[in-house]
C-alpha cells in the first residue's frame, strides 16, 4: 500500500523561558533554569493510504502532541512529517492550504472544539464556503449531507451546539471535518468523553465513513479495547518514544515490549474464574527530566544494567513487528 504520511525522526520540546523575576534571582544567585518538556522524541512512523494507526500509551506520553503536529497544529522541533510526500511545515500559499484541509483533526471534547454561539449550520458549512468547496447559496444543502453522513438529522442545522448530546455534538465534528473534503483523519481520544454504549456507535460510524469517503486515520487512545477494535496496526508510546509497532492482532496475541505486555495485562476480559491484577510499579516520569537509556528501565521488571545507559533502537524482531527492547538482542 502507498504511504500516505511519513513521520521522519520527528521531536517536540516546549521551552518554558525564565521570566523578569526568574532571571533577576538568577544573577542574585538563585538556582533558576529554564525548563525544557521532552513531549516528542525522534518519531518514526508511516501510514499507509486507507489503514488505521492506532496510537496508545498512558496520560502525557505524548499521544495528542504528535497528533497536532500531524494537523499541522504545531511544528516539530526535529524531524519532518511529509503527507503525500511534500514536508507541511516547508509548504507555502496555495499547497499550505490544501495540503491544511486534506488532514483533519478530530478533538476529545466536543462541547469545547465547537463555538457554542454559532449554529451547527455555521459550524460544518463556515470551512467549505471559506475554501469555495460550495457556494454560500449551497451551503444549506451541503450541510444537511454532511450531517445526514454522520446520522445526524439535517434539520438540526438551525440549533446550537448546547442542544446536542454529547455523542451527537461528537458527529458534528467530524461532520464538520469531513465537509473540507479530507483523506486524513487525526481522531484524538474521539470517543474517551463518550458514554460506553455511545462509544461503540461513534467507532461504528468511523468504520463505515472510512470506507464511504476513502479516509485514513491516525486514531489516538488510552483505550485498548477501543484500539483493538478499530485499528489495523498499532504504535504503542512511552514518554514521547515509540516502544512497539505491529499489526493489531500480532500485538494482541503476543505482545513483545514489557510495556505493551504490562497494558495487556491490565486490560479486563471477560471470562470465568478470578484474575489477579497488577499496575505498573512506579510512576511514569516527568518528561522535564526523562531517564537516561530506555526511558521505561525505572519500571520494568526485566531491566539490566545496559537498558540504564543505552536508548534500544527500534527494531524489526519478525516481518511487520517492530520492538525497542535490549531483550531482544540479548535473547
Do not use: W
Not at 229 to 250: C, F, K, Q
Amino acid at each position: 500500500m502507498t504511504a500516505i504520511m511519513d513521520i521522519a525522526g520527528v521531536s517536540k520540546r516546549f521551552v518554558h523561558e525564565l521570566d523578569t523575576a526568574e532571571r533577576i534571582a538568577r544573577a542574585l544567585g538563585a538556582r533558576v533554569e529554564e525548563r525544557t518538556v521532552h513531549a516528542v522524541e525522534a518519531v518514526d512512523l508511516t501510514i499507509a493510504s486507507g489503514e488505521v494507526l492506532g496510537l496508545v500509551g498512558e496520560s502525557g506520553c505524548g499521544k495528542s502532541t504528535l497528533g497536532r503536529m500531524v494537523a499541522g497544529l504545531l511544528t516539530p522541533s526535529e524531524g519532518a512529517i511529509r503527507f503525500r510526500g511534500a514536508d507541511i511545515a516547508k509548504l507555502t500559499g496555495k499547497a499550505a492550504r490544501e495540503s491544511a484541509l486534506k488532514v483533519q483533526m478530530i478533538f476529545q471534547d466536543p462541547m469545547s472544539s465547537l463555538n457554542p454561539r454559532l449554529r451547527v449550520g455555521t459550524i460544518v458549512g463556515e470551512a467549505p464556503v471559506v475554501h469555495s468547496i460550495v457556494t454560500r447559496a449551497e451551503r444549506d444543502g451541503y450541510v444537511a449531507e454532511m450531517l445526514s453522513h454522520v446520522g445526524l438529522d439535517p434539520e438540526m442545522l438551525r440549533r446550537y451546539p448546547h442542544q446536542f448530546s454529547g455523542g451527537q455534538r461528537q458527529r458534528i465534528g467530524i461532520a464538520r471535518a469531513l465537509a473540507v473534503k479530507p483523506e486524513f483523519l487525526v481522531c484524538d481520544e474521539a470517543v474517551a468523553a463518550l458514554d460506553v454504549s455511545i462509544q461503540a456507535q461513534v467507532l461504528n460510524l468511523f468504520m463505515r465513513l472510512r470506507e464511504t469517503f476513502d479516509l485514513t486515520y491516525l486514531f489516538i487512545s488510552h483505550d485498548l479495547g477501543v484500539v483493538e477494535h478499530i485499528s489495523d496496526r498499532i504504535a504503542v508510546m512511552y514518554l514521547g518514544r515509540i516502544v512497539e509497532e505491529g499489526p493489531t492482532e500480532a500485538i494482541f496475541a503476543a505482545a513483545n515490549h514489557p510495556y505493551t505486555q504490562a497494558l495487556l495485562a491490565e486490560r479486563p476480559v471477560i471470562a470465568p474464574g478470578k484474575r489477579q491484577f497488577s499496575t505498573i510499579r512506579g510512576e511514569i516520569p516527568s518528561p522535564l527530566k526523562p531517564p537516561p537509556g530506555c526511558h521505561f528501565h525505572p519500571r520494568c521488571p526485566h531491566a539490566f544494567a545496559r537498558c540504564r545507559t543505552e536508548r534500544p533502537a527500534l527494531r524489526e524482531i519478525a516481518p511487520g513487528r517492530l520492538s525497542a527492547c535490549h531483550l531482544n538482542e540479548a535473547s
